[in-house]
């Protein structure tokens, strides 16, 4: 009975997913990501190499379009249903994880990030094959090829986001306060040289680069000057982003890592829920404190803690156990209206049901450049500068023309020097301050022409006979200085 519930809500996460998935334009970051590709690295600025190998692969058996683009990312997030019951299932009890695979299937964030390459389904399908592999080391079973899996999918999962060395540092404090017996184990040190060289060309990518990978999580990771209502504001964005009973599983998931933890401190040597407690913290502490305002960064952590509700639920005597049950299908049903919801809105700009705020904003974000590409014609002689990264990318996918801005990997790929400047502006940034500081490093300046788009204006100028220097001009026309950021 649970394995055809299990492929039930794989068969729903797989049509919520592949559902007229070529149909929306590419976002600003699937369009960034793809350009990864087209320069292969051992990293890059804001991500190690995982995403662009992802879409490397995805392109080249689907093709360069927005399906090709997408396919292998939605087969990748689907596959994360499965994985998570059974993760949960070993990690904690067959509820634990019916309940991470449910609401894997139907969570927005999950369905978001399912029909948009990002490269958190990649993450999420490496963590848990990770801790799928980790889980009969745990129980005993010490053979030096299952060891080397367990390194070699570490090593994998760390080549794709600089956070998981927060998953690393979970898995370093499990293993010193909770199974010290591990350290004895010539396995364990397989593992761990197999993920450090796996992790090696990261770090010397890095260190070739002055450290623009690291000083760029740093950047985005800086806590202070944070106010309390910019932190209130960040969480209520969080509660938003991810929907009301997502976030309410994440609470009761929240408490079961905090029983975890606590029968973790009683009993070592039952203390596999308390690896997964740990993880979710460990990975969502940081965006809690963290400067940027990406609520999609929880996602990984929220993962780890899902199953973590079968552990309250399994502590329960009998009527309450039904209660909380019947609480759980609620939120679990609720949670799969809003999962729904959001894919409609990501296939027909519409909002039929109540959604997250991410499907809205992912959608403004990619329409209208496929038609304004289609009517565009740069001056000929003029460099094509877009102010945002992603409106630079998606101009360079639609219109088949380099497009420069002012972002640190583009400056590592190069910016070619120029005379003459075609400038793009997309959205509700002001046009005032932009026209008087293209005619301050310019000596001739025309419009902006403007295209009014079905979910945002874009507006073109072009400038010719620059006088200012051209890192002057890149600064004046750098987007986070733009908006004041």
Not at 358 to 367: G, H, I, K, M, Y
Request: net charge positive.
């Amino acid at each position: 009975m649970i394995a055809l519930v299990v492929v039930a809500l794989t068969l729903a996460a797989l049509a919520l997913r592949f559902w007229r998935l070529g149909d929306m334009p590419l976002f600003g970051d699937e369009a960034y990501y793809l350009q990864y590709a087209g320069h292969p690295a051992p990293s890059y600025v804001d991500h190690p190499a995982g995403i662009a190998v992802l879409l490397w692969i995805s392109t080249a058996f689907g093709g360069r379009s927005e399906l090709g683009l997408r396919w292998l990312n939605a087969l990748l997030s689907t596959g994360c249903v499965p994985l998570a019951y059974i993760m949960g299932r070993r990690y904690v009890n067959a509820a634990g994880g019916l309940i991470a695979a449910a609401a894997v299937a139907f969570g927005p964030v999950f369905v978001v990030t399912g029909r948009v390459a990002f490269p958190d389904s990649l993450h999420a399908v490496l963590m848990l094959a990770n801790l799928l592999a980790l889980v009969p080391l745990l129980e005993g079973r010490d053979e030096r090829g299952r060891w080397a899996l367990f390194g070699f999918t570490l090593a994998l999962l760390l080549n794709v986001k600089l956070s998981s060395v927060f998953y690393a540092a979970a898995l370093a404090l499990y293993v010193l306060f909770w199974r010290t017996d591990l350290l004895r184990r010539s396995g364990l040190w397989l593992a761990a040289g197999i993920a450090a060289l796996g992790f090696l060309p990261v770090i010397a990518w890095n260190a070739t680069n002055d450290w623009a990978g690291v000083r760029w999580a740093v950047a985005q990771g800086n806590a202070f000057g944070l106010t309390p209502l910019s932190r209130t504001a960040r969480l209520h964005h969080a509660w938003l982003y991810h929907t009301p009973p997502m976030a309410l599983m994440g609470l009761l998931a929240g408490l079961g890592a905090a029983v975890a933890l606590w029968r973790g401190t009683r009993d070592r040597r039952a203390s596999k829920p308390t690896l997964l407690a740990l993880i979710g913290a460990c990975l969502m502490l940081p965006v809690l404190l963290s400067n940027a305002n990406n609520a999609r960064n929880l996602m990984l952590g929220l993962l780890a803690w899902l199953p973590l509700i079968g552990l309250l639920w399994s502590g329960l005597a009998r009527p309450w156990s039904r209660l909380f049950g019947g609480a759980v299908a609620l939120l679990l049903t609720w949670n799969a209206v809003y999962g729904v919801g959001t894919a409609l809105e990501m296939v027909n700009y519409r909002e039929q049901l109540p959604r997250s705020i991410a499907a809205r904003s992912v959608t403004q974000d990619a329409a209208d450049w496929p038609e304004f590409c289609a009517g565009f014609s740069p001056a000929p002689g003029s460099v094509l500068y877009a102010v945002g990264y992603s409106y630079a990318a998606q101009v360079q996918f639609y219109c088949g023309v380099p497009t420069y801005t002012n972002v640190p990997q583009l400056h590592i790929w190069g910016i070619p020097d120029f005379d003459a400047l075609t400038v793009i502006v997309a959205g509700d940034l002001p046009p005032e301050p932009i026209d008087a500081l293209l005619r301050q490093d310019f000596a001739e300046v025309s419009g902006p022409t403007i295209t009014s788009g079905t979910r945002k204006p874009i507006r073109v100028w072009q400038a010719d006979g620059r006088r200012a220097p051209v890192e002057q001009v890149l600064e004046d026309l750098d987007y986070l200085r733009l908006v004041g950021e």
